[in-house]
């Protein structure tokens, strides 16, 4: 186990507390494995956030290199997808 300091933290009246029920109901020991337990998961949050950030960012990257956008025909879109609808229901057996 990695070495362990001691720090001082101030909460709100409400989140101690939700940290000392967490402890007397048990699924707890110590306060200070609730605290442990919060960083893991936001330790885990911010790596998965840069994970998603660095997709993104290889995503806006691949779609620059795609080359130039063309208008589109929203009206010609719109009918293609109510085809699509229609195929999709009829397939299902849902008559309109």
């Known amino acids: 186990m990695s070495e362990v300091q001691k720090v001082s933290v101030a909460l709100t009246t409400e989140q101690l507390a939700a940290v000392k029920a967490a402890v007397a109901s048990g699924d ?8 442990r337990e919060a960083l893991r998961d936001w330790q885990h949050k911010r790596e998965l956030r840069q994970e ?3 997709r993104l960012r290889q ?12 208008p589109l025909d929203i009206e010609a879109l719109k009918r293609e997808a109510g085809l699509r ?3 999709a229901r009829e397939r299902m057996g849902h008559a309109d």
């Open 59 to 70: 995503l806006w990257d691949e779609g620059k290199a795609s080359g130039q956008g063309a």
């Open 28 to 35: 707890y020991a110590t306060t200070s494995e609730v605290v």
């Open 52 to 54: 998603d950030i660095l």
């Open 85 to 87: 609808l229609a195929a």
